[in-house]
């Protein structure tokens, strides 16, 4: 037991230079090495332990508590030997010191504690008695001195021995609480380090956070402006919405009314639709029966002017007397008997219409134009042009490039009336075909070279046909004129003693229409001929002298049909020529023919002009009573 506290003292302190004081130095220095660590542990380790004890824990006081250094000040072995020290043990261990024996306090080479624990009045420690020195030679008294010194520190002894066994037992509890604390130590260690990397994972994080937090706020910043700018747009769309909204309110309103304008509107369309087409028939009869009253078989002659290589040729004396009289004059050689003087053999003819040289195409075309209303109301029309050869048929039919002739006029008049008819309801179908009498031979001018043969049928509803002829679809003016054109290149032509490129043979342009009007149920069909005669001289003023033989057959045809047609014959002889023949719809009851005869103004051509002007006048003396094409509903005729 006595040899325990140093055991553990020496394990404490490093061994220091003691003092030794007789037989009981060992004693007292380990007393005094006792008292010194007791002194030091109880300084050291409740001063460690107390505030842990009363802290709170809290994790921030855990965290403050962590941030210290957790080791135990080892004791300064110096401040062992000081005395002051003693202010600090714990009471046990101070009353063990009072009762320090004087010879004890005597021995120790410092002698200033000593004095100043004497000295000092406010010291706790007991005093001791002041015992007077023996004698030298009074070993009695010497010897119960000793005696005493010696009990007392027996006594002493014993104490020290409690006190340090005390002291032992609190310093097993102190390394006990030590090791404990030490293990909450390592403990708040670990949590330490843990919620370091925690809070540095944290800050990590805040970081971030502060980072998305400047991204985002820089991207709120921008949807901010974006948002600003949008919704000043918004604002101002509501405001052009809000305007636009009552505008439209305006316009709904108006659009109410004009719908109702317009169901007006289409009443009085449909009002005047009925009109119209009353007017329209009343147009069409009007129309007719002027034309009807007008003949259905019209004359007009046509004298054309003298070419400028045609001066040295004798000019025939014609004089126009009014729009329709001719007076034509040839001086008479044979001398009269009884005057002596030359008589002028004088003739007058009366057509419908004569048109001196100087008449120009637009005026010749005025009265034919009529008649293309009649092909659009449904009738047949067939315009030819008669004539001695050079006469002028050809130009007043076909016309010179700048200075087109009735067929192109009259296709152009059609596809106008055609457009403006469309208007009201009127679809037309145009069809066109070109074909050349030639000896009495059909040749379809569209396709010369066919070796097919062309011969005329008639099928039950009197309607001419020629097999294998080319007709084609016609959807403007502009193609049918190239169609003519070609039909013209194509046409035999041949060189006479009075025209250079005189034509030999009959030139028939047909245009088929059919009409429909759905609304009205109306339909129709009708054609429109156009026929350009070869020239009708003698057969002895001509090289040719069969073909004129059969241009003359076919034309002397033609003048017997209008005879018989005028003397109202039961036998008509249509069939006597291919002319005829073909024509024959278009020359009866069921058409309206005009025709032109072209005389020329020499005096050279003078009989020709006289059986020309006489042949005319026989056909304008025919009167046919004319009617319209059958049509699937007429209302009226
Ligand atoms: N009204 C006119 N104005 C000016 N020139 C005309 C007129 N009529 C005819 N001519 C000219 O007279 C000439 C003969 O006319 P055209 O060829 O038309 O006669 P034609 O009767 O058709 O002859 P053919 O029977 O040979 O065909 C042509 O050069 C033509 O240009």
């Not at 040289?357 to 134009?369: G, I, T």
Request: aromatic content about 6%; glycine content about 4%.
């Amino acid at each position: 037991m006595e040899n325990k506290p140093k055991t553990l003292l020496s394990k404490l302190r490093p061994p220091t230079k003691l003092i030794s004081v007789g037989s009981s130095s060992n004693i007292l220095r380990d007393r005094t090495q006792k008292n010194e660590v007791t002194s030091t542990l109880s300084r050291a380790i409740p001063a460690r332990l107390a505030p842990m004890s009363r802290r709170s824990k809290s994790f921030s006081d855990l965290r403050t508590l962590c941030n210290k250094p957790l080791s135990f000040d080892r004791p300064n072995l110096r401040t062992l030997t000081k005395p002051a020290v003693k202010k600090e043990l714990p009471k046990s261990i101070t009353n063990a010191t009072v009762r320090k024996p004087i010879g004890i306090q005597q021995a120790t080479t410092s002698k200033q504690p000593i004095k100043r624990a004497a000295n000092d009045k406010n010291s706790d420690e007991p005093k001791i008695k002041k015992v007077s020195k023996p004698a030298p030679y009074d070993y009695k008294a010497r010897f119960n001195l000793l005696n005493e010194k010696y009990t007392l520190l027996i006594q002493n002894s014993k104490d020290s021995k409690g006190t340090l066994s005390t002291a032992l037992t609190e310093l097993e509890e102190y390394k006990t609480k030590y090791e404990s604390t030490n293990n909450l130590a390592v403990n708040l260690q670990q949590a330490k380090n843990l919620l370091t990397k925690r809070a540095e994972e944290a800050e990590n994080d805040l970081k971030k956070l502060k980072e998305e937090h400047e991204k985002v706020s820089r991207e709120f910043k921008t949807l901010r402006e974006k948002y600003d700018i949008i919704d000043k747009e918004h604002t101002e769309i509501m405001v052009k919405y809000e305007k636009e909204g009552r505008e439209l309110k305006v316009y709904k309103s108006n659009l109410e009314t004009a719908n109702e304008n317009i169901c007006n509107l289409e009443n009085s369309v449909q009002t005047f639709k009925q009109d119209l087409l009353a007017s329209e028939q009343t147009r069409r009869y009007l129309h007719n029966k002027i034309q009807d009253l007008k003949g259905n078989i019209r004359v007009f002659c046509r004298v054309r002017p003298p070419k400028d290589s045609e001066d040295d040729r004798m000019i025939t004396n014609m004089t126009f007397i009014d729009e329709s009289t001719l007076e034509i004059k040839k001086q008479k050689e044979s001398i009269s008997a009884i005057t002596g003087k030359c008589a002028d053999l004088k003739q007058e003819f009366n057509f419908d219409k004569v048109f001196p040289p100087e008449s120009s195409q637009e005026e010749v075309f005025e009265d034919l134009s009529q008649l293309v209303q009649s092909a659009l109301d449904g009738y047949n029309i067939c315009v030819f042009a008669y004539g001695q050869t050079g006469s002028g048929k050809t130009y007043t039919m076909q016309g010179v490039p700048g200075d087109l002739g009735m067929i192109p006029r009259c296709v152009d008049l059609l596809f106008k009336h055609i457009q403006k008819l469309e208007k009201s309801g009127w679809v037309y179908k145009v069809e066109a075909s070109f074909l050349e009498i030639y000896n009495e031979t059909i040749r379809d001018l569209l396709d010369p070279n066919s070796k097919e043969t062309h011969d005329i049928k008639y099928n039950n509803a009197k309607e001419a046909s020629v097999t294998n002829l080319k007709i084609e679809p016609i959807n403007g003016s502009s193609d049918l004129k190239a169609l003519m054109l070609e039909a013209q290149n194509n046409r035999a032509v041949a060189s006479t003693d009075y025209n250079e490129h005189s034509s030999r043979s009959h030139a028939v342009t047909k245009i088929y229409l059919e009409g429909c009007n759905e609304e009205q149920k109306y339909i129709f069909k009708a054609s429109l001929n156009l026929v350009d005669l070869a020239g009708s001289e003698s057969a002895k003023t001509s090289d040719r002298i069969n073909e004129t033989k059969n241009i003359n057959k076919s034309l002397s045809t033609l003048g017997n049909v209008m005879l018989a047609l005028h003397n109202k014959d039961g036998h008509i002889p249509y069939r006597n020529s291919k002319l005829t023949y073909l024509l024959q719809s278009s020359l009866g009851g069921n058409s309206k023919t005009l025709m032109f005869v072209n005389i020329s103004p020499f005096e050279d051509c003078y009989n020709e002009t006289v059986n020309s002007l006489r042949f005319a006048g026989k056909v304008k003396e025919v009167k046919t009573g004319s009617k319209r094409n059958k049509m699937k509903k007429d209302r009226d005729m």
